[in-house]
């Protein structure tokens, strides 16, 4: 079965700085990756996915994602912080199938 | 707006009770998702129709049950509610049912508390 590890239960970045946001997954084949975004009191949104056509995956909002097979990872990165981006970040995987597997997210705080 | 729809948006009852909670997929997409989301718990799928039919089953108690309507709107009933069932109750829908690549379009969810 699939799985996902976000480290850093909650992150914390000054304005204009880099976002780093981890997800490591394991899954026996080829996985499909996701990161969603939560805002308060809101449904998920998705900030891009990975699925296998690229290992550079750009998403909305200045937010992009690596597909490191070696390392199994699926960082999301953003190079400048905006206060906007305060939100909760979920990685997710799906194999062959549609169910999302959920990481346990991270919390963004952006700092003014 | 994901085009997504869920009602009701706040649900407050007591243990013991049965509730419904409905969802409208985005026009056109076949496959429902629901999700329930805890803090002890997360994010958990627990199940998916496609169609009218049930494509797929995760953490779903016994307790819960769904179906999917022929115009395609979903409904979860929870029954014999338990303290424990309070959380934020997510619906999903995508185009199609055979394909993990495809995005899943959530709706805003509906936060249910079991007092």
């Known amino acids: 079965a699939q799985s996902v590890t976000q480290l850093g239960s909650h992150v914390s970045v000054s304005e204009g700085a880099l976002v780093l946001l981890r997800c490591n997954y394991s899954?026996?084949?080829?996985?499909?990756l996701f990161w969603y975004v939560q805002y308060p009191n809101q449904g998920l949104q998705l900030l891009l996915k990975y699925t296998s056509a690229a290992t550079l995956v750009k998403g909305i909002n200045g937010f992009e994602a690596e597909f490191k097979k070696s390392e199994t990872s699926f960082h999301l990165t953003k190079p400048s912080a905006h206060m906007s981006d305060a939100a909760e970040y979920f990685c997710a995987v799906s194999v062959g199938n549609e169910k999302l597997t959920f990481g346990t997210g991270t919390r963004l705080t952006i700092i003014p | 707006d994901s085009g997504v729809t869920q009602t009701p948006k706040h649900l407050i009852t007591a243990t013991g009770q049965r509730v419904t909670l409905r969802c409208s997929p985005r026009s056109g997409d076949l496959s429902v998702y629901w999700y329930q989301q805890s803090l002890d718990q997360g994010l958990q799928f627990l199940i998916q129709?496609?169609?009218?039919?049930?494509?797929a089953k995760g953490n779903i108690l016994e307790r819960f049950s769904a179906q999917q309507f022929p115009d395609l709107h979903s409904e979860l009933n929870l029954s014999s509610l338990e303290l424990g069932d309070s959380a934020l109750y997510f619906c999903?829908?995508?185009?199609?049912?055979?394909?993990?690549?495809?995005?899943?379009?959530f709706g805003p969810g509906t936060r249910l508390t079991v007092l």
């Open positions: 899954s026996s084949v080829p996985p499909y």
């Open positions: 129709y496609y169609n009218g039919e049930e494509r």
């Open positions: 999903a829908s995508s185009a199609r049912g055979t394909s993990g690549m495809n995005e899943q379009f």
